[in-house]
């Protein structure tokens, strides 16, 4: 009998360790580049290390065609356990019920008291509930190319959006090169609304009765104004299809002098140009003295369908805990969710100088798309796109362009309002 129970029982073990070794977290990641993924996958180890028998599954997805694909890997019941979050795809996922509340976990963590106040404030834009930790955010500011503002004769980066077209022009003069490095592809809408709120002075969205302001006069004249740099040969004609690839590259190559972008464009730029050759200022300002830049953020999810959510959060917050953040966000160029941070020399170098100045400046107003809009996902990876590169060729007006995304918007809006 004890020979038999004996048996049994290493047969228990030998299930059971055999269970734990089959245990595979599936983790998909959204923006992809290679150096970017060899970053988690690091921090993934620590993860497995850790969680003996654990194994994670990284499913990398390009990214633009990042909405399309996991959209349909959801709609096929292929979802992972966490996944990595656009800011701009939270509202569509969470409110489907798709995600799973970190609160629970978040009122545990050891690090929650050390987040900064945005980061919980962004994690919980849905129904104020964290149906996503942010990981990093993305301000925008103004790349220059020095060597190019140089021999075009331009003795410094533009304060204004005027300065900024008469900078353009000069560079655009001199053979073979350009002023700024548009982004008419994928991505797009970022510039579209900066260049928008800081004409119009103001970057509200909706009227109280969730009209959008996108027809309003001074945004058409943002948009105006970004058609007619394009138009005057102020940015490279085949920059009606760049991404974010394209627009980085074309500044490291010296094609163009100007590049709006977030810290992630220091990766690819810091390897291919030297330091004393370019820097980043604040994005020029408007007519009202205003700039509005605008700040994103992407973080992790947790499905709520995940069999294994424990062992999720323990991924997520390895991902999160100060030393995985702190990492993830020097690699991937993105301003980190702890309050730590403010203190690790590498961000008080001068690369991040124009960032910080711009968070320090009052008239200078970090800009968060409403994303709280189940609709937004499409509208900027789909409709945008394609009606903003008709607007660039000429094809429709910029009145056309604006009517179309403020008719778009405020149906959204006004869905949203009602439900509320």
């Known amino acids: 009998m004890n020979r038999i129970l004996a048996i049994a029982s290493l047969s228990t073990l030998l299930m059971a360790g055999t269970a734990l ?53 959801v709609s096929a019941g292929e979802t992972p356990d966490v996944v990595e979050m656009p800011d701009t795809w939270l509202a569509l996922y969470a409110n489907n019920g798709a995600l799973e509340s970190l609160e629970p976990y978040l009122a545990k963590w050891e690090y929650t008291s050390g987040l900064t106040a945005r980061a919980l404030e962004m994690g919980r834009s849905v129904k104020n509930t964290a149906y996503m930790l942010p990981y990093g955010f993305y301000l925008r500011a103004m790349f220059y190319n020095k060597k190019l503002l140089s021999e075009a004769g331009v003795a410094e980066p533009p304060k204004t959006l005027d300065e900024f077209k008469a900078a353009s022009e000069k560079v655009s003069k001199l053979p073979g090169k350009s002023g ?16 928008g709120a800081t004409m119009a002075g103001d970057n509200t969205f909706f009227k109280e009765d969730g009209t959008s302001t996108f027809a309003d006069e001074g945004w058409v004249k943002g948009i105006s104004y970004l058609i007619d740099l394009y138009k005057s040969g102020l940015a490279p004609k085949d920059s009606v299809n ?42 020029p300002k408007g007519p009202a003295g205003k700039a509005f830049p605008t700040i994103g953020y992407g973080g992790w999810s947790m499905f709520a369908n995940s069999e294994h959510k424990d062992l999720a959060w323990n991924l997520i917050a390895t991902l999160e805990a100060p030393d995985g953040n702190i990492a993830w ?45 189940e609709e937004f996902a499409f509208f900027k990876d789909s409709l945008v796109i394609n009606t903003s590169q008709k607007a660039l060729l000429g094809e429709i007006t910029p009145e056309d362009l604006a009517k179309e995304w403020a008719d778009y918007l405020t149906a959204a809006q ?6 509320k």
């Open 21 to 73: 070794a089959d245990t595979t977290l599936k983790l998909v990641e959204v923006i992809t580049s290679p150096e970017r993924t060899e970053t988690l996958k690091g921090i993934v180890k620590t993860f497995e290390d850790a969680n003996p028998g654990t194994k994670v599954e990284i499913i990398s997805l390009p990214w633009n065609q990042a909405f399309e694909k996991f959209a349909t890997m």
């Open 180 to 195: 700024y490095c548009m982004r008419g592809g994928p991505g797009g809408l970022n510039g579209w609304v900066m260049f």
């Open 242 to 283: 760049w991404g974010f690839n394209e627009i980085v590259g074309g500044f490291y190559s010296g094609t163009c002098a100007f590049l709006d972008q977030d810290p992630d464009a220091l990766i690819s730029i810091a390897e291919r140009m030297k330091p004393e050759d370019y820097g980043v200022a604040p994005f």
């Open 329 to 373: 966000n020097k690699r991937i160029g993105a301003l980190p969710i702890h309050t730590a941070a403010e203190k690790d020399p590498f961000y008080a170098s001068e690369q991040f100088k124009g960032w910080f100045e711009e968070l320090a400046d009052p008239d200078v107003v970090p800009t968060v798309m409403p994303t709280h809009l």
């Open 414 to 419: 006004q869905k949203f309002l009602a439900a």
